[in-house]
Every structure is written in C-alpha cells, then in structure tokens.
C-alpha cells in the first residue's frame, strides 16, 4: 500500500474514533470545588494551557471521555448560566484551534489534540449557531466537528462552502460531508430552496477537487439530488476520473466507483418511484 494510501486509511479511523478518556493527572473537579461557575470560565483565559484544561475538564459534571453528554449535562445543572457558559466554550475552542495543526489533523509535542476534540465535541453539543465561526476550522479533525456543523443548518452553509473551497485537503472533505449531512436532513433542518440549491452548486463544483479524497466525499454527499446537471457530471466522472490505487493486484478507479453507486442508487430510486 502506497503512504499516501495508508495515511488515509489512518485517518478514515481518526475520523470514527471517539476521544480517549482525559488523565486525572490535572485534578478535575476536585482541584476547582468551591469555585462558582464564572469563576472556572474565567479560568479559560488562563496563560497555561494546564489551567485552561484543568478549567474545562473540571466544569464538565462526571466526565467520563464523554464531553458532549457532559456539557449537556452541565447546562441542564446551570440553566441560569448557560449563555456565559456557551459564550466561554465557544470563545475557548477558538483561541485553542490557533494552536494545533489541523488539516491533515497531527498531535504535536506542544499541543494534547486530545483535549482539543474534546472540546469540539462540548463546543458541538450545544448545538448554538454562535459556534459556527469556532466549528469551521475544525472540520477536517473528524466527524464530531463535521456533525457538528451540519446541526447548525443554514447558518453554516456559507461558511461549509467557503471551507469547500479554500480549505486544506481534509477540511474540504469534511466540508463536503457536512452539506451532504444537511442535504439529507433537509426537513429536520427547514433547509429552503435557496440554500439547497447553494448546496447542490458548491457540490458540483468540488466534483472537480484536485484531491480524490474530496470528490470521493462529494459524490456520495450529492445522494440527496437527482437533477439533471448532477446526473450529466455522474456520468462523466463514472468514465473519466483519474484516480486509481492497485488493490489486490489490479487497479481500483475509486471516484468511478462512487459515481456509479450514485447512478446505480438514482436508477433504483426511479425504478421504486414508478412501481409505486
């Protein structure tokens, strides 16, 4: 397998792997009892990344790896806080990102990437349309930050399509998961006409990424659309793309295998629309 085979595997399995439980080494709750809640936020502008972990990891109720349950849970135990709350994640994982290289996404001996999932993952579960700014940057660490964005619907597509097409490689391919995530909840999500349509534009576009991995993300986030300029683009990438990896001693078009399964999926999607 090819390395640049083999790191895509690696990070098709970053991409699903949840963040590891955080050491207690920093002293959790026990080292912030007796601290009221503004007084932990405000430990989030702590000079020391240390204490700025110590402040998040200790906020967050009976944390157990779980940081999203976790602040959900936080906010339900302090509704009256839940605007400071919010606004301090929101302003935490912002500040953090600046630090951490993240498209490809890599652990540097200066910053615990551990945390920093961790903190997409509470930044996402609020669910708060104030995070999309924070999110973006983030959406090439995996599909926690990806899911994150698509949750926040309409607020997010421009920010996704601008991320589609000016940031790095996995940022590009989140982007594309993230709309087609929203496409396919279109009803969950009140998406209009309009941004189906900004959808489906920016989509088509990214058909032509210069990274397989993007259009391979893109073909199946287009799913949800059916029309005709898709369905043209289908074909001529199930019979022209370029990508190919020799697998088993033969070669692999893998974009062309993602444009046919999309074909194949319409075909059948037609053929029970009118059987019915």
């Not at 963040?19 to 009221?36: C, D, E, K, N, Y």
């Not at 779980?66 to 849970?73: F, K, L, S």
């Not at 990438?237 to 993602?258: F, N, T």
Request: charged content about 25%; glycine content about 6%; overall charge negative.
């Amino acid at each position: 397998m090819c390395p640049e085979a083999t790191r895509e595997r690696h990070m098709i399995r970053h991409w699903l792997v949840l963040p590891i439980v955080f050491s207690v080494a920093f002293g959790g709750a026990s080292a912030l009892r007796g601290q009221t809640i503004q007084d932990q936020l405000n430990q989030f502008q702590a000079t020391e990344e240390t204490d700025r972990k110590r402040a998040f990891y200790g906020l967050l109720p009976d944390y157990v790896g779980d940081a999203g349950p976790a602040t959900v849970r936080l906010l339900q135990a302090h509704p009256d806080h839940r605007d400071a709350i919010t606004e301090a994640l929101i302003a935490l994982l912002s500040s953090e990102t600046v630090r951490f290289q993240l498209d490809p996404p890599m652990r540097t001996p200066d910053a615990d990437f551990d945390y920093l999932v961790d903190l997409v993952w509470a930044v996402a579960s609020l669910k708060d349309v104030r995070a999309v700014d924070a999110l973006l940057p983030t959406l090439g660490t995996g599909m926690i930050a990806v899911e994150g964005v698509a949750a926040l619907g309409e607020a997010a597509i421009p920010g996704a399509l601008q991320a589609l097409e000016t940031a790095g490689r996995y940022g590009r391919s989140g982007a594309a998961r993230a709309l087609g995530i929203m496409a396919s909840n279109r009803e969950e999500l009140s998406l209009s006409d309009a941004a189906m349509t900004a959808i489906e534009r920016g989509l088509l576009g990214a058909l032509h990424d210069e990274s397989d991995l993007t259009r391979r993300v893109t073909v199946r986030s287009l799913r949800p659309f059916s029309s005709d300029r898709v369905r043209k683009a289908m074909i001529e990438l199930a019979q022209s793309d370029p990508d190919m990896v020799m697998r088993d001693g033969r070669p692999v078009y893998r974009v062309r295998e993602e444009a046919r399964a999309w074909l194949e999926h319409h075909r059948d999607s037609e053929r029970r629309r009118q059987n019915r």
